[in-house]
């Protein structure tokens, strides 16, 4: 009996290690493909919604961090003004060296079959790195 007993912990701890090596490797190929596809692309585009403005500052930071030397702040309706808020903040309180290269601004046409046509505006900002 005391074989049995010494038996089944042994199986659990097998599994568990198997288990824990296939997070593990799991995890290590997640980490190394995130930043190859990051820098890989020249432009990022931060699409603002209706979280809290540190938010988007936080996703510009790290998007030129990354090494990206231009984002893009996109905004439609109500979040033009939550846009000009990261802008704003990005440039004058935590990275001096960036630059605001352009804005457009613009107006989207949305229609639905139950409601008439309605124009939504947009603005776009574009953020360089000296």
């Known amino acids: 009996m005391a074989e049995k007993s010494a038996k089944k912990p042994e199986k659990k701890i097998v599994k568990k290690t198997v288990e824990k090596t296939e997070q593990k490797t799991e995890l290590k190929t997640e980490e190394k493909i995130e930043p190859k ?13 209706q979280k809290p403005v540190m938010k988007y500052v936080i996703a510009c930071l790290t998007s030129f961090n990354v090494g990206s030397k231009r984002v893009v702040v996109k905004a439609r309706g109500r979040a033009i003004s939550r ?35 309605s124009n939504v505006s947009t603005m776009e900002i574009v953020l360089t790195k000296k």
């Open 83 to 117: 846009a000009v808020d990261t802008a704003e903040l990005l440039r004058r309180v935590f990275m001096k060296d960036v630059v605001v290269e352009k804005i457009e601004i613009g107006t989207q046409e949305l229609s639905s079959p139950d409601k008439p046509k």
């Open 37 to 49: 596809t990051v820098g890989k692309s020249e432009e990022n585009h931060i699409l603002i919604g």
